[in-house]
């Protein structure tokens, strides 16, 4: 892939109806790849984007539905988007849930809810898609955290889900090397949370990091896309938190 040209690769991005997972796949899409666009209950802004991407030109856009927790989806959803773009050559774990899980109110479903979505999913979707991948000399991308690192007050379960993913992506990177190179993208404050952020809340995060600053979806999908081109870098974790780990 010289230059980051991705013209005839075929990119798999879970939860790429909006938010994060949609810039990553515009970006990927911006760069020629075809791109399977999958969706849990997103299925309006999955067709909207997809629509918006074909309307581009040049590389496809197609959506894939499925619940990523039930693993026996898995390998049906990398198989139906291997058979609809001729193989596979970027999966990109985006897909997560995020919620606070304080201690003493944490429950067994909630853990499942967490972990089955943000770290479950990305293990069995990489076992399913391993023998494509390999096929093309492919890559994945995992979407990590810096709470993976640093832990998130009040969010145990979900800062713990994401350590597992930055484990998870340096175990592929041996296992699934040196056919198919694995690393991850950790981002800081890129997006609000949907809800329950408050305005104090929001100014301290930025008061907490060196850039002061929100970084949006952008150079997250840059630095993804950095590494779906980087053909010797494997088993890392990209930092794009501006800073906030200096503190």
């Not at 515009?26 to 309006?44: N, P, Q, W």
């Not at 999955?46 to 074909?54: F, G, H, I, N, Y």
């Not at 479903?109 to 990489?126: E, G, I, S």
């Not at 600053?213 to 950095?226: F, K, L, M, Q, T």
């Amino acid at each position: 892939m010289p230059d980051g040209d991705l013209q005839g690769r075929v990119a798999l991005v879970t939860g790429a109806a909006h938010r994060i997972g949609a810039a990553i796949a515009r970006r990927l899409h911006a760069e020629g790849a075809d791109l399977a666009i999958h969706y849990h209950t997103s299925a309006a802004d999955a067709e909207t984007l997809a629509e918006e991407l074909k309307a581009q030109g040049g590389a496809g856009a197609r959506v894939f539905g499925c619940r990523l927790d039930e693993t026996d989806n898995l390998a049906p959803l990398v198989e139906s988007v291997a058979a609809t773009f001729g193989g596979l050559d970027i999966l990109v774990n985006n897909a997560a849930r995020f919620y606070a899980t304080p201690l003493g109110e944490a429950t067994t479903d909630q853990w499942r809810d967490l972990v089955d979505t943000n770290l479950k999913a990305p293990l069995f979707l990489a076992q399913a898609a391993q023998e494509h991948l390999a096929e093309r000399q492919g890559c994945i991308v995992n979407l990590a955290d810096i709470h993976g690192q640093r832990p998130l007050a009040e969010h145990p379960i979900y800062s713990t889900s994401k350590a597992g993913i930055i484990m998870l992506t340096q175990a592929l990177a041996k296992d699934m090397g040196p056919a198919v190179r694995v690393n991850a993208v950790a981002p800081g404050a890129a997006l609000w949370p949907e809800t329950g952020t408050s305005p104090e809340h929001k100014e301290a995060v930025l008061q907490a990091s060196v850039l002061g600053r929100r970084s949006g979806g952008a150079p997250v999908a840059d630095a993804v896309h950095y590494l779906a081109t980087a053909d010797y870098v494997t088993g890392q974790v990209l930092g794009v938190e501006g800073g906030r780990l200096l503190y």
